[in-house]
């Protein structure tokens, strides 16, 4: 299902669930310089839910409004299959 | 200290201007002039919620980069309009010269109402906002040149994780440097300066932000806060060099400074 999102020129953009969040895409230069708080190791970024993911760990990190919530207790864990939505909100 | 935070980011900038009556501004300038930053620096702005220091960062290196194209222009006078067309298409002419700033804040509020402040300002390039905890950077180890934290310290629970936290994201050659509220030693002024804390501030915040006990807060948490000698050995223990400090307006601001080598 495509959610129109209101990101400059990205034609996709799964809703990613939660209302506020939108699937404003992240700054990309910043991915030179994120890492896990926890483990300062690296992240992926996931287009699919607008998240920074630490396979690791298991872990994800929402990115809402374009700004990356790194703080660790925000994170969702991703080990139990979770519905693609419903990135937790602090 | 968040609660305090939410209820503060909105009006947080008429409030600094009224309690410190814009003195804030020219702390913050001083601030930047001493960064000195030259066009190609890498900033992290901690605790910087609404953009103040990442703002005058970019106007600064902004200046010193077309002082810097002026300066080449001048030289290219002798080139042809190829060359002088082929020279506009390279990054040379990039405005910001490849500087950076990331404002990292844990608090939601004060990064949107900075990012939003941005846009209204009309700042785009080299600027990114991350939320996140000073005490648990989520920034790779080495990367930054400059490190700032101005009015933000204070309200950290462990400052000293936050101080190991700088030293571990900085590069070697990197500067820390914090601006914060310290301590007045000149009994006349520090009287004064204790009447207007505890009598004036609080009552400013309740009429402007409709909010005493956040003010309040501030008062005291600037009250609690290590003097300059306690706060640079605590920085010294961090590992940085070359710790110093400057006192501000009698010593009720300080900036203090050190280098990871």
């Not at chain 2, 807060?217 to 010294?236: D, N, T």
Request: with cysteine; glycine share 8%.
């Amino acid at each position: 299902r495509r959610a129109a999102s209101g990101s400059q020129g990205q034609g996709q953009g799964s809703g990613s669930g939660s209302g506020s969040s939108s699937a404003q895409p992240l700054e990309p230069s910043l991915l030179r310089f994120l890492v896990c708080p926890l483990s300062k190791r690296p992240l992926r970024y996931e287009e699919a839910t607008n998240e920074l993911i630490n396979e690791e760990l298991g872990i994800a990190y929402p990115i809402i409004d374009g700004i990356p919530n790194m703080i660790p207790e925000a994170a969702r864990t991703t080990r139990k299959k979770p519905p693609a939505e419903g990135s937790k909100q602090p | 200290v968040y609660q305090v935070f939410e209820s503060v980011a909105k009006k947080y900038d008429v409030m600094n201007d009224s309690m410190s009556l814009g003195i804030h501004r020219v702390w913050k300038d001083i601030l930047v002039h001493k960064m000195n930053p030259s066009p190609g620096t890498l900033l992290l702005d901690v605790a910087g919620g609404t953009g103040d220091i990442a703002f005058r960062f970019i106007n600064y290196v902004r200046s010193v980069r077309e002082r810097q194209l002026q300066r080449r222009l001048r030289h290219h006078q002798n080139l042809s309009w190829q060359e002088i067309a082929e020279s506009y298409q390279e990054d040379k002419f990039k405005s910001l010269g490849d500087s950076q700033v990331v404002v990292c804040d844990i608090n939601k509020e004060m990064l949107k109402a900075g990012k939003q402040k941005a846009q209204d300002l009309g700042y785009s390039e080299g600027l990114s906002w991350v939320l996140g905890n000073a005490e648990e950077l989520p920034f790779d180890d080495d990367k930054f040149d400059v490190y700032t934290i101005a009015f933000g310290i204070r309200n950290v629970t462990r400052i000293d994780l936050a101080l190991e936290e700088a030293y571990r994201v900085l590069k070697p050659g990197g500067r820390f440097l914090c601006l914060e509220f310290s301590h007045v030693s000149n009994p006349l002024i520090s009287r004064l300066y204790d009447l207007y804390s505890f009598q004036v501030i609080p009552v400013l915040g309740e009429v402007i932000a409709g909010d005493w006990k956040s003010y309040q807060y501030l008062v005291e948490s600037i009250r609690r806060f290590p003097p300059q000698e306690e706060f640079k050995a605590m920085i010294e223990d961090a590992g940085f060099f070359k710790v110093d400090y400057q006192n501000l307006s009698f010593g009720i601001v300080a900036i203090h400074s050190g280098f990871k080598l």
